[in-house]
T-cell receptor
Framework: AQSVTQPDIHITVSEGASLELRCNYS??????LFWYVQSPGQGLQLLLKYFSGDTLVQGIKGFEAEFKRSQSSFNLRKPSVHWSDAAEYFCAVGAQAGTALIFGKGTTLSVSS | KAGVTQTPRYLIKTRGQQVTLSCSPI?????VSWYQQTPGQGLQFLFE???????NKGNFPGRFSGRQFSNSRSEMNVSTLELGDSALYLC???????????????FGEGSRLTVL
């Protein structure tokens, strides 16, 4: 079955510390992978995407993610977290670019001062 | 460039009623997708329209329907509302004309439906 697992429901990180959000997927075909961020009361904003090529992808707001096919993972990282990064983060996978995405349940990030 | 616009942003209905939600995609985007977001089930794909045709459909009952107009604007309708239909309904549009941004979903802020 196709699925996306985000093992961490809630993570708290100190401002300035590094961040890694985990994402594991189960997908039969070559996956298209995405990370989205959602602030309270807002829609989803795309942070980064992986379609093919270099397995380390750079996104907006200083985020990056690494695709590891052998581990079926696509973890999101940021070297130094800012208070404004507090939000909910979603990993998603699809068969082709953009349509019928399967989303993980999300990880809520809190940033402490 | 204007983003994806969804109306209304908030609405309250009672069980048994029906509701219509509207989505205006980014100019030039011909694909429109709808997702339902609830605390329990998370984000679930409803359907996708391209050039006025439903191209893909998720696992939702027939009470959920949609359509797309010639200007790419889309509406979704939920009939005979149930309490469990309370959710944030998100619309997303995407460019399908080739290039590195093909298929990338741009989401609206959603329509929050409360069913009493």
């Amino acid at each position: 079955a196709q699925s996306v697992t985000q093992p961490d429901i809630h993570i708290t990180v100190s401002e300035g510390a590094s961040l890694e959000l985990r994402c594991n997927y189960s997908y039969g075909a070559t996956p298209y992978l995405f990370w989205y961020v959602q602030s309270p009361g807002q829609g989803l904003q795309l942070l980064l995407k992986y379609f093919s090529g270099d397995t380390l992808v750079q996104g907006i707001k200083g985020f990056e993610a690494e695709f590891k096919r052998s581990q079926s993972s696509f973890n999101l990282r940021k070297p130094s977290v800012h208070w404004s990064d507090a939000a909910e983060y979603f990993c998603a996978v699809g068969a082709q670019a953009g349509t019928a995405l399967i989303f993980g349940k999300g990880t809520t990030l809190s940033v402490s001062s | 460039k204007a983003g994806v616009t969804q109306t209304p942003r908030y609405l309250i209905k009672t069980r048994g009623q029906q509701v219509t939600l509207s989505c205006s995609p980014i100019s030039g985007h011909r694909s429109v997708s709808w997702y339902q977001q609830t605390p329990g089930q998370g984000l679930q794909f409803l359907f996708e329209y391209f050039s006025e045709t439903q191209r893909n459909k998720g696992n939702f009952p027939g009470r959920f329907s949609g359509r797309q107009f010639s200007n790419s604007r889309s509406e979704m309708n939920v009939s005979t509302l149930e309490l469990g239909d309370s959710a944030l309904y998100l619309c997303a549009s995407s460019w399908t004309g080739g290039g590195s941004n093909t298929g990338e979903l741009f989401f609206g802020e959603g329509s929050r439906l409360t069913v009493l």
